[in-house]
């Protein structure tokens, strides 16, 4: 069956960085894209990016380019989002998600992040 | 770039229907698909509607999309309602770079 396992919680420092790992499994990795999303404590989602597995291609919110990268490896199925001079605002649980075209048909588990000096 | 707006919070009776609208701001609502997650407290989204109307397999046929160009909103109606559907329901569609926009989320109350 298809499931999307992501790395464990995190506490980091502000400026520094996370990368959270997605591991695929129980279908063809690079058939499918994988989308970020986040969710700060008691607030709504937040579309991060889309990066298609089959060639990397990425596409970046807005809010966040420059500070965001997604990447893949399609040698062990694993999508990576790394977030890089970390706010107190980013303190948030994230996100992946398998895309096939406009459907999200499976969701990670989440991953929370604490930003806190 | 456009917004998505949904009520905050809406509460109806089981066995009865709900509908939860979401207006989008400026552009037309038909431009562009719009999906629908539901989110239960502590548990990841999971999609009940993607492009405007259809469901994901596995998703009962109570929940359905629509799209109404006149108020320019999408709308998810949930009909007999099971307490098991309160939930925090998002929408969602696109811009014109592809970025996906969420609608702020509508608290559904089944009591």
């Known amino acids: 069956q298809v499931q999307l396992v992501q790395s464990g919680a995190e506490v980091k420092k502000p400026g520094a960085s996370v990368k959270v790992s997605c591991k695929a499994s129980g279908y063809t990795f690079t058939s499918y894209g994988i989308s970020w999303v986040r969710q700060a404590p008691g607030q709504g989602l937040e579309w991060m990016g889309w990066?298609?597995?089959?060639?990397?291609?990425?596409n970046y919110a807005q809010k966040l380019q420059g500070r965001v990268t997604m990447t893949t490896d399609t040698s062990t199925s694993t999508a990576y989002m790394e977030l890089r001079s970390l706010r107190s605002d980013d303190t948030a649980v994230y996100y992946c998600a398998r895309v096939d075209y406009d459907l999200i048909d499976y969701w990670g588990q989440g991953t929370l992040v604490t930003v806190s000096s | 770039n456009f917004m998505l707006t949904q009520p905050h919070s809406v509460s109806e009776s089981p066995g009865k229907t709900v509908t939860i609208s979401c207006t989008r701001s400026s552009g037309s609502i038909a431009s562009n698909y719009v999906q629908w997650y539901q989110q239960r407290p502590g548990s990841s989204p999971t999609t009940v509607i993607y492009?405007?109307?259809?469901?994901p397999s596995g998703v009962p046929d109570r929940f359905s999309g629509s799209i109404d160009s006149s108020s320019n909103s999408a709308s998810l109606t949930i009909s007999g309602l099971k307490t098991e559907d309160e939930a925090d329901y998002y929408c969602q569609s696109y811009d014109s770079s592809n970025h996906w926009v969420f609608g702020g989320g509508t608290k559904l109350t089944v009591l």
């Open positions: 990066i298609s597995a089959y060639n990397g291609n990425t």
């Open positions: 492009e405007d109307n259809q469901r």
